[in-house]
């Protein structure tokens, strides 16, 4: 339950993270290679409404020594820094996906390629190509590299969208142990022209069953501040995979109704 910014009116059935079901499955091929597939579907569980068959992620992957390469419908290289640069996951009221994602954000490109090595001294590249096809003006084309050693972790990526807009953006975080702190930066050149440009800083303090997070951030469209946000949120682990939370954020650049706010469950199966 909650309220959206720029949501008129009175509160309504709200998710704070996307809700989805699907099937996986694996097989061991010998040699060290294994054969997955995954399915998602994505609906809304206030009126069961789905978002079309399977349009999450719909993948065929081969795994072995050399890393993985999946087929189908999936999320690009880039946009795991992306969600890296946001504490909330880019999910419900309190998200930050205009600042991590600049107005130019792909989530999955259909038709794809994608590659992911194996970790080299806490490196990792993955490589992501979707085919030109339909109505995509471009073939799309996204490069990210991560690094994770003990309580730091960071990528940097570059991205080229369907329809050309262009992304490139960095993520760098480090547990202190009370709390994990997070920055994020990123730029974008939307396929109209102009340049945007946003920034991210989040924490996450665990308390417990109790976890705190707290973010900052803002997007400026051709150096005009089109979004500046602050958030904050809280989860109550009832068990492994239970959660009761409550988030609220404001965006004081947001034409009218600039706050928002949401608590509800969460389960996970």
Same mark, same amino acid.
Request: aromatic residues 10%; without cysteine.
């Given at each position: ?25 694996? @097989? ?11 399915? @998602? ?6 009126? =069961? ?24 419908? %999936? ?15 880019? %999910? ?40 030109? @096809? ?47 702190? &997070?920055?994020? &930066? ?7 022209? =102009? ?37 904050? =949120?809280?989860?109550?682990?009832? &068990? ?10 404001? %965006? ?9 706010? @949401? ?7």
């Amino acid at each position: 339950m909650g309220k959206a910014i720029g949501q008129a009116g009175s509160a309504t059935m709200q998710q704070a993270s996307g809700s989805r079901w699907g099937l996986k499955g694996s @097989e061991d091929l010998g040699g060290g290679l294994s054969a997955s597939f995954q399915l @998602e579907q994505r609906f809304t569980p206030d009126d =069961g409404v789905t978002s079309g068959a399977f349009n999450g992620r719909s993948i065929v992957t081969l795994g072995g020594g050399f890393g993985s390469v999946s087929l189908g419908r %999936d999320y690009t290289a880039g946009f795991w820094t992306q969600l890296a640069g946001d504490v909330y996951g880019w %999910d419900g009221v309190a998200a930050n996906v205009g600042s991590t994602g600049v107005g130019v954000h792909n989530v999955r490109f259909n038709n794809v390629v994608n590659y992911s090595s194996p970790a080299f001294s806490g490196f990792k590249v993955m490589a992501s190509y979707g085919v030109k @096809e339909g109505t995509a003006t471009n073939a799309g084309t996204s490069l990210a590299l991560s690094y994770a050693s003990g309580p730091l972790a960071g990528s940097v990526a570059t991205e080229k969208g369907l329809t050309g807009a262009k992304y490139t953006g960095f993520n760098v975080s480090y547990d202190l142990g009370m709390a994990k702190v &997070s920055l994020n &930066s990123a730029t974008g050149k939307p396929a109209a022209g =102009g340049k945007n440009k946003g920034m991210t800083l989040g924490a996450v303090v665990p308390m417990g069953a109790m976890t705190v997070k707290a973010s900052y951030g803002t997007l400026k469209v051709n150096d005009v501040t089109a979004s500046q946000k602050t958030s904050l =949120g809280m989860r109550y682990a009832l &068990s492994k995979r239970t959660d009761l939370y409550a988030n609220m954020a404001n %965006d004081s650049k947001a034409a009218a109704n600039k706050s928002g706010y @949401e608590f509800g469950i969460q389960h996970n199966f």
